[in-house]
Structure formats: C-alpha cells, structure tokens
C-alpha cells in the first residue's frame, strides 16, 4: 500500500515537471479558427452545456468544444477533478477552504481559492481527495 502511495506521487511529480518544462497543448476550434493553448496556462475548466470553459492565468477564457471528460483525459495529471463540473490545475492552488463562498456555487462543501482570487467549488464527495493531495504536497 505504501508502495503503490509512493509511485503515484513519484508520476505525479514527473507529470508536473512535464508540464513545467513542455506542457501539453490543447486545441481549441472557434469559428472555422484554430488556436493553440498550453495548459500550463489554464487555472481551471468549468463544464458549460456542450462546451468547457478554460480559464486562463491571464483572466481570458476559450471555449473547448467537448466534455470535460473528453478534456480531462488529454490534460496531463496535474489536473484534478474537484467537482462534477470543474477540473483544477493544482499548479494554481492558493488555499482550500471549507466554508461557502458567496462567490461559489453553494452546492460544494467548500471551495478551493486559486490564482488571482480566482475559485471554485470542491464537492463534498471530492473533498477528501482534495484534502489529501494539498497535505501531500
């Protein structure tokens, strides 16, 4: 048990290296236009209808044309999934915080304070993850 803890925060520390050093691109397909996103760039990606919403570290957004299933299984593994609807990239965790946020869905039992005072909420079924991967690192 200890050992299999171990090697997945072994993987997980290579495939954030990975994304430091050659992050993975994700292609975004708007109005016959094609434009490139790496997703070191991407704080977090909120599910909306159809399409998923990338917010950027630069406070633009794009519209991903897909699910966020579709989504989560092409970023790299510093992405985690905090709520049925949001994916996080943990390079821009700031603070997790477990009471409600006007600001955030009500429907999370707390929500996660990311880059730029950005948030978003974390589910009450997700939030030991969450917990878990913040005491880890």
């Known amino acids: 048990m200890e050992f299999e803890r171990l090697s997945s ?3 997980f520390k290579l495939e954030q290296n990975q994304q430091q050093t050659e992050p993975s691109k994700i292609k975004i397909i708007s109005a016959g236009n094609i434009e490139i996103i790496a997703s070191d760039q991407v704080v977090f990606c909120k599910a909306a209808g159809d399409y998923v919403e ?3 570290k630069d406070h633009q957004q794009r519209l991903f044309t897909g699910s966020l299933k579709e989504l989560e299984s092409s970023l ?3 992405f985690l999934r905090v709520h049925r609807s949001y994916l996080v990239n943990v390079e821009f965790i700031r603070s997790l915080n477990s009471k409600s946020s006007q600001q955030v ?5 707390g929500f996660l304070q990311l880059h730029d005072s950005m ?3 974390v589910s009450r079924r997700i939030m030991p993850t969450v917990r ?4 880890q690192n």
């Open 9 to 11: 925060l072994i993987l």
């Open 105 to 109: 869905e009500a429907s999370g039992a």
């Open 119 to 121: 948030e978003v909420p």
């Open 54 to 56: 990338l917010n950027l």
């Open 132 to 135: 878990n991967y913040i005491k």
């Open 76 to 78: 790299p593994k510093t």
